[in-house]
Nanobody
Framework: QVQLEESGGGLVQVGGSLNLSCTVSGSIYRFTVMGWYRQAPGKQREAVALIAQFGSRIHYADSVKDRFTISKDNAKNMVFLQMNSLKPEDTGLYYC??????????WGQGTQVTVSA
């Protein structure tokens, strides 16, 4: 049973930074991509960033480009999301996910990010 656990969320002021972590456990750390979605109250879930396990493929939503950085540590089975210059519209529940060749198969429980004006 694969488990994804996020951490690092919290309350931060506008312009501040947070670093989210996602730890994969319970199975072989193998995926096509891993990434982050977020969901704000009353809004649909939005893809934020993704990273391939091998190679250099990385993708960001336009809304977070040049502010967020996704990275991974394959040796520690972890994926990270460094978030800088945070804005109120970045507020939401951030979910980590794992995607294999057949699609997204596991999600974390989410970590709350709140950016106060």
């Amino acid at each position: 049973q694969v488990q994804l656990e996020e951490s690092g969320g919290g309350l931060v002021q506008v312009g501040g930074s947070l670093n989210l972590s996602c730890t994969v456990s319970g199975s072989i750390y193998r995926f096509t991509v891993m990434g982050w979605y977020r969901q704000a109250p009353g809004k649909q879930r939005e893809a934020v960033a993704l990273i391939a396990q091998f190679g250099s493929r990385i993708h960001y939503a336009d809304s977070v480009k040049d502010r967020f950085t996704i990275s991974k540590d394959n040796a520690k089975n972890m994926v990270f999301l460094q978030m800088n210059s945070l804005k109120p519209e970045d507020t939401g529940l951030y979910y980590c996910y794992r995607q294999t060749t057949t699609g997204i198969d596991y999600w974390g429980q989410g970590t709350q990010v709140t950016v106060s004006a």
